[in-house]
């Protein structure tokens, strides 16, 4: 999943509507460097899930596409700013692409294989 600047509360409200025992799953927000580690420090505070930060884009998530990762890009429609999902989109990384109120329940369905994910 990715999000662009802007897209901190719609993850932050993304990762607390999972439950702790929710499969692993890697997030990218484009903000500046000196932010990141405080916000996955604030999520992990916040969520029953394990939150840890890390380093990815839209090449990364392409990449983790090409090798069987399920990817979902934010729908512009929802999003504060467009740019990270755009790109993945563009780039043919996002496998899906959904409203932000939408995208917790097809994490979980694509996880569990469910059929029509």
Known sequence: MGASTGGTEALKDFLVMLPADAPGSVIVQ??????????????????????????????????????GARTIAQDESTCVVFGMPKEAVELGAA?????????????????AGSPGS
């Open 30 to 67: 484009h903000m500046p460097e000196k932010f990141t580690r405080s916000f996955a420090e604030r999520c992990d505070q916040l969520c029953t899930i394990r939150v840890k930060e890390a380093e990815d884009g839209a090449r990364g998530l392409l990449i983790m596409r090409e090798a």
């Open 95 to 111: 496998e899906a692409v959904l409203p932000l109120p939408r995208i917790a329940s097809a994490a979980l369905e694509m996880a």
